[in-house]
């Protein structure tokens, strides 16, 4: 029996004529700069990305009455699908309909950053982390003081506007291809990694509700810190999983000159600290290419007042891994570490933990990875600033895997870079990439719109012909 993965990855269309169709049906980038820019400077936190995506269904419209759009997936969450078995412009007829259908993916939320690149469209949105629930009667004061500035420092607003792009260019080819459905996913609350699995869970591929038709091609793209231009792919891990983790420890709090009447949890704090960073320094091999991970405790509360030790401390801890068996191993290691920590200073009460984000590990398939190589070697060029087959991994997390797991078919996942090129040669001839290139999530990530948008847009309309033709 053959493999849905192995199905997928039958003898497809040649590269060439792949690049072909790119190349003579890419709609003007003019107009998509300017969505660009909106994008950018309108961005929303998780979960309240009711306007983008609103704004992405109107645009969708525009580009065919063709597509089916369902709104309010998991929240947000948007899908337009693409039936190809009828389209009017469908002119050889044992062609249409008859291959697989081919599922793209793009993110929509943005983060809670202050904006500091100085752009002329820079952000300077303001938004209440709770505003869905504004109606409970809080008062005005309480919800201002909720409120936090909002910026696409993870490049989503670039996944949006070249995933639009690529819709245009698809629908455009339409003729040429005979998949039977492009499916376009626009996901909201990414960075809280709960979107994918909100819209499953939502019954987007459920006849009974949504009603997605199953993929048997599940792709995705994310913008990162490389030379713009750039595209890569990988085969197997292209990133790792992710858990973070709420702490909190139970202490006496008491007059700070009295300290032998407390059980201080501060103190506390800094012993369990200290000791967490042993896990990846003396437990984890560092020869072993395959297996790595990362134990950060990204922040630590304590107390108000000079003379007063607190009763408590919350500590936030974020934990990446490489592969199941070290992700496993490091989550149980830190419970033990927390609870033996607790124990020795004598806390009143257990540790209590709240898990606030859970990722899982983003295993590209091989064979439709192995596919990818060849349109895109074909299309970008070879080379370090063109098309690089073994990409570095992203060292970051994402739940865009979940869109196809949750379903059991294959799914690879590509990056492109959106590093201004001057800026990148500079920077990589000083051996500075580290310290001068801006990464996702910082308050100066800010992609180059051009190459950046074209390389995006035609990564993603490249690997989904790969399968539909």
Known sequence: MTSPAAAAAAIGPAADEISALVNAHRPDLA???????????????????EATAAHIAERLREISPDFTIKTSIGGHGLAAVLDN???????????????????????????????????????????????????????????????KP?????????????????????????????????????QPAEERGTGARAMVDDGLYSPDRHAVPIPDVVLGAHVVGR????????????????????????????????????????VMAAATI????????REIDPADETSSAVVTVASVRAGDAENVIADRAELSLDIRATDPRTRERVLARVRQIVAAESLASLATRDPEWTTTRSFPLTINDVDLTRRLEGTFAAHFGEG?????????????????????????RPYSFFMYGG?????????????????????????????????????????????????LM
């Open 85 to 147: 078995s009828s389209g009017a412009d469908q002119t050889d007829s044992t062609k249409k309909g008859s291959g697989r259908t081919v599922l793209l993916r793009a993110d929509i939320d943005a983060l809670p950053v202050q904006e500091l690149t100085g752009l002329p469209y820079a952000s300077t949105k303001r938004m209440a982390a709770h505003a869905s629930s504004s109606s409970s009667g809080s008062s005005s004061t309480a919800a201002a003081a909720d409120e």
């Open 274 to 281: 200290m000791r967490l960073q042993t896990i990846v320094a």
């Open 384 to 408: 370090k600033d063109k098309y690089d087959k073994d990409v570095p991994k992203f060292a970051a997390s994402e739940d865009f895997s979940i869109l196809a797991s949750a379903v059991g």
């Open 31 to 49: 107009p998509l700069e300017e969505l660009y820019k909106y994008y950018h400077a309108n961005p929303e936190l998780s979960n309240l990305e």
């Open 150 to 186: 909002v910026m696409h420092a993870c490049g989503h607003d670039m996944h949006i506007t070249t995933l639009l792009g690529a819709a245009q260019l698809l629908v455009s080819c339409r003729s040429s291809w005979s998949g039977s459905r492009l499916i376009l996913i626009f």
């Open 419 to 467: 590093t201004d090129p001057e800026l990148w040669d500079k920077a990589e001839a000083e051996g500075t990439l580290d310290v001068d290139v801006p990464g996702n999530h910082s308050a100066f990530f800010a992609p180059v719109i051009r190459p950046t948008l074209k390389a995006g847009l035609d990564g993603y309309a490249a690997a989904a012909l790969t399968f």
């Open 227 to 266: 030379r713009a231009g750039s595209v890569g792919t990988r085969r197997g891990l292209i990133a790792t999983s992710a858990d973070s983790l709420r702490l909190t420890l139970h202490g006496r709090g008491s007059h700070a000159s009295m300290p032998h009447r407390s059980v201080d949890p501060v």
